[in-house]
Structures are given as structure tokens and as C-alpha cells.
């Protein structure tokens, strides 16, 4: 996943930087994904899906 500054970074790294849970992190992460996947601009977003997939592959364990 990434900021503005076009670099991966974690979950962790990200809710840091916010100030917020992890956890909240990662739910504000799949409600962004969730309405990315309904818009028309998905195509062009290959890291969200890639991210996407990650974090539902991670949710089954």
C-alpha cells in the first residue's frame, strides 16, 4: 500500500502516521477497496487490487 509519496508501506506504518488503530486502519482500507471495486476507474488501480487480494487471502486464515 502506499501514501502520496509512492512508496509501499504496512497497515502498521500507515495507522502510525494517522494516529489510529490498526484495526481502523485496515477497516477504512476495505470500505475504500469496497467502493473501488464498484467504480469504473478500478482497472487503472493494479496495487488496490493487488492490496485487495492480500487482505482477503489474510482474513481466511
Do not use: P, Y
Not at 508501506?9 to 477497496?33: D, F, N, P, Y
Amino acid at each position: 500500500m502506499s501514501l502520496q509519496d509512492d512508496f509501499e508501506h504496512t497497515i502498521k506504518e500507515i495507522s502510525k502516521e494517522l494516529g489510529i488503530s490498526q484495526e481502523k486502519c485496515r477497516q477504512v482500507l476495505l470500505m475504500a477497496i469496497k467502493k473501488l471495486k464498484k467504480s469504473r476507474h478500478l482497472n487503472e488501480w493494479t496495487d488496490i487490487k493487488d492490496t485487495a487480494k492480500e487482505i482477503h487471502n489474510a482474513n481466511n486464515l
